[in-house]
């Protein structure tokens, strides 16, 4: 119930390409949905994030698409480049400043 | 602005001593703080959530008396790992939040790296 599925475990695309990550969640309760950044040695950045009241959202070059009826959500990025290889998680909390349930994380590389 | 710090940046320790670890809201109050850890190539695992001036929720699994957590102001928490064995080094993460702010945001810390030998 409480399980937030990540995938792919790992992409690699080319440079200006869109990888897609995709994340699946049970728990109905849930009403938060950030995506976080990592770089290897370093903390979790949050990226975007997005409430169930909307089914899209963008930020630069960012963008969540939330399916409520199907309890799924994604992370498109645009026009890709080599500095956002990374590890990309997914989370979701139910009310506002409640633990986050995070998603396995998905390897990124974005090769020139 | 949501600035959240953490020290030390690395550790290491040797087998049966503590560490304590700190997080630090710079520029909000919160009024919430989590712990987690993160072993190498896995996710982030939560170890408890602590709220200012009460005690610490522990995830299942968890031996509170071997993390203690203290979280005596509003922009101050301490991870202590007591006794600490080889299997206790992965890497600490601190994130912080106000719900009183309405957001629902968690800003988290560089992390700490601890090495038990």
């Known amino acids: 119930q409480q399980q937030v599925k990540q995938s792919p475990q790992s992409l690699i695309v080319q440079k200006g390409g869109i990888p897609i990550i995709n994340c699946a969640y049970e728990?109905?309760?849930?009403?938060?949905f950030p995506w976080y950044q990592q770089f290897p040695g370093k903390g979790p950045a949050l990226l975007i994030a997005i409430r169930p009241d909307v089914s899209e959202k963008k930020e630069g070059r960012f963008t969540i698409s939330f399916n409520k009826s199907a309890k799924q959500f994604s992370l498109h990025i645009m026009d890709s480049q080599p500095g956002d290889s990374a590890t990309y998680f997914c989370a979701a909390s139910a009310g506002g400043g409640n633990k986050l349930t995070f998603g396995t994380g998905t390897q990124l590389k974005v090769e020139l | 602005g949501a600035v959240v710090s953490q020290h030390p940046s690395r550790v290491i320790c040797k087998s049966g001593t503590s560490v304590k670890i700190e997080c630090r809201s710079l520029?909000?109050?919160?009024?919430?703080m989590f712990w987690y850890r993160q072993f190498p190539k896995q996710s982030l695992m939560l170890m408890a959530t602590?709220?200012?001036?009460?005690?610490?929720?522990?995830e299942q699994g968890v031996e509170k008396d071997k993390f203690l957590i203290n979280h005596a102001s509003l922009t101050l928490s301490t991870l202590t790992v007591t006794s600490a064995h080889p299997e206790d080094s992965s890497f600490y993460i601190c994130?912080?939040?106000?719900?009183?702010?309405?957001?629902?945001?968690?800003?988290f810390g560089p992390g700490t790296r601890l090495t038990v030998t």
């Open positions: 728990n109905t309760a849930f009403d938060y």
């Open positions: 602590s709220n200012e001036g009460s005690k610490a929720t522990y």
């Open positions: 520029d909000f109050q919160a009024t919430t």
């Open positions: 994130s912080a939040s106000n719900p009183l702010r309405r957001t629902y945001e968690q800003y």
